[in-house]
């Protein structure tokens, strides 16, 4: 059963700094991982997603990097701003027990602090 | 600007009462998505379809939860009866296979 870890849970940083998050998982016969942004009150919106054969991703000041051997996803936020703060989920596909699954993090919450 | 839509935005019900919600995902995707979220569980996947047919609804409680896509262009998640327990924001989304997924606004329900 593929399980899915984002720790951690919280982070706070001040404006400016680079900052890593990490996504880990347990199957490593994914199809893709992706990396999603929710602000409050609404709904998520894709920032990058990485097919299994691909290493990284980059759009603008982020970068996602997967590492399917060792289970492992880090998306890379550089020269943070408040504008950055929300919640960013980690969702991964595999093939599981003879059919697809999609499963998702819990989650951390991102606060840039001017 | 191609986006998913979801009807009602919000919904306040009595225990016991029907509640359906609606969405439309985007034009030419074949996979459309149902999700839940709560500040306890996160969010939770229901069930998704793709072209229209039902894939995995393994995270949707069967003796209360339906979902279905009568076309192409409506999903619809229906809960008989509704309990307090299922207040909650629920979200659908549509993508292409196992692509990148659009998510619409969500439906913020209130069971009381």
């Known amino acids: 059963k593929q399980e899915v870890t984002q720790i951690p849970a919280a982070l706070s940083v001040p404006e400016g700094e680079n900052l890593v998050l990490n996504c880990s998982f347990t199957d490593s016969a994914i199809y893709n991982l992706q990396w999603f942004r929710q602000d409050p009150g609404k709904g998520l919106t894709s920032l990058l997603l990485i097919q299994s054969s691909q290493r990284e991703q980059t759009s603008g000041r982020l970068n996602a990097s997967l590492d399917k051997s060792s289970g492992r996803s880090t998306l890379y936020i550089a020269a943070s701003q408040p504008g950055d703060s929300a919640t960013y989920l980690c969702a991964v596909w595999s093939w599981t027990g003879g059919s697809e699954k999609l499963v998702f993090g819990k989650g951390t919450k991102l606060t840039v602090n001017p | 600007d191609a986006r998913v839509t979801q009807t009602p935005r919000h919904k306040v019900t009595e225990m016991g009462q029907e509640v359906t919600m ?61 309990e307090p327990r299922d207040s909650a924001v629920y979200f659908c989304a549509s993508g292409s296979g196992t692509d990148t997924q659009y998510f619409g606004p969500g439906t913020r329900l209130t069971v009381l």
């Open chain 2, 22 to 82: 609606r969405c439309q995902p985007i034009l030419g995707h074949n996979t459309v998505f149902w999700y839940r979220q709560t500040m306890m569980q996160g969010l939770e996947l229901l069930a998704y379809f793709r072209n229209r047919a039902p894939l995995d609804d393994s995270g949707m409680p069967k003796d209360r939860f339906s979902a279905e896509m009568p076309d192409a262009t409506l999903a619809t998640l229906k809960i008989q009866p509704s």
